[in-house]
């Protein structure tokens, strides 16, 4: 394929499951690869797509997996015919470093923008995509009872449902090639929760479910399901809601507001402006990683974070209740097909 870049309009079996919450949590606190450790990957004639890649997880995403040889069709919403600074900007480190990196229009919230974006990105490929990376989200911070529908709807569109359009186009390929990987960028708190975060949990929440169930479901087509958990990072999600806040409490009526002062306040301490120490490439190396592992080996979770041990041990706790749930029965073989 060409390297020219362009645009484009229980049975419990899991090995971490038998070891309990407690070995889970350890096992998932051990140092990962830093960028400059990474391990020498070659994807070269794999094809990704991975969506909001005009920034943050996604930007990293889509130059890591290119550099180490993939397809790779970083798609973005509003990309102006090419001339989205963002879509330059990463067209211009794909033509200095030669690599294979595309870029395509898809707006998650658009049933027909997601269907013609991930027919671009199969065109491309030559035909069903290897791999789809679920990033594209938003973050808001405030009260639950001040939100308005309005809101609600925004980000359930984007962090739940523009999840699903995206696998749900992607998917009819896949399984007529019998293989396929989704990544869904989810979040800590996709398994418990912090006040004032209340929606973007709930959708983080959602994500969840509904690609476990999917995972037990396509066990059987070949296709596999990986829910990436990262924790705190500096990406411009928060930075970006501090604006979907503002005009979110813009509406808010005052009466309202003043019963929520603190919590208010507290909010928008979550928002644009705080620092981290973490490196945000440590998702970029997780997938890629994961991506490297045999089919049928790679696991429903990874927790990304150097503090991994709240999310990992609710992993490992829910992971036995699922066990108990369908480790017998009709559910057994799917089951155990999808491994931790």
């Keep these: 394929m060409s390297k020219r870049p362009e645009i484009a309009d229980i049975r419990p079996t899991r090995r971490m499951l038998l070891a309990g919450a407690s070995a889970l949590a350890a096992a998932a606190m051990a140092p990962r690869a830093a960028a400059e450790d990474a391990p020498a990957l070659d994807f070269k004639g ?123 186009a992607a998917l009819p390929k896949m399984r007529e090639a019998g293989a396929g990987q989704i990544f869904n ?66 509406r808010v009526s005052d009466d309202k507001k003043a019963a929520y002062e603190t919590h208010i306040a507290m909010a928008q301490g979550t928002m644009g402006g705080r620092t981290y120490s973490t490196n945000p490439i440590d998702v970029p190396n997780a997938i890629a990683e994961i991506m490297a592992t045999p089919a049928g080996k790679r696991p429903l979770r990874r927790v990304v974070h150097p503090r991994p041990d709240a999310a990992a041990g609710a992993n490992a706790a829910l992971a036995q209740v699922q066990a108990g749930v369908l480790g017998g029965g009709a559910y057994a073989s799917w089951h155990a097909a999808v491994t931790d």
């Design 185 to 250: 960028v989810s979040s800590q708190l996709g398994r418990f929760v912090i006040p004032n975060l209340g929606l973007y949990c709930a959708t983080k929440f959602g994500l969840e479910a509904m690609f476990e169930t999917m995972a037990y479901e396509l066990a059987p087509s070949g296709v596999e399901i990986t829910i990436i958990q990262p924790g705190g990072y500096p990406t411009k999600i928060w930075d970006n809601g501090v604006r979907y806040t503002d005009e979110w409490m813009a």
């Design 46 to 168: 794999r094809s990704v797509l991975i969506t909001g890649t005009s920034s943050g997880f996604g930007r990293l995403t889509a130059l890591t997996l290119a550099r180490y040889g993939a397809t790779v069709i970083a798609s973005m919403r509003n990309l102006e015919g090419g001339a989205r600074p963002e879509a330059r900007d990463l067209m211009t480190i794909a033509e200095n470093e030669d690599l294979d990196l595309h870029v395509v229009e898809l707006d998650v919230l658009s049933d027909a923008s997601v269907q013609s974006g991930v027919a671009e990105a199969e065109r491309i490929a030559g035909g069903a995509l290897d791999v789809v990376v679920n990033n594209a989200g938003i973050g808001v911070a405030g009260p639950v009872e001040l939100s308005d529908m309005e809101m609600t709807k925004l980000i359930f569109d984007t962090n739940l449902y523009g999840y699903l359009r995206v696998a749900n």
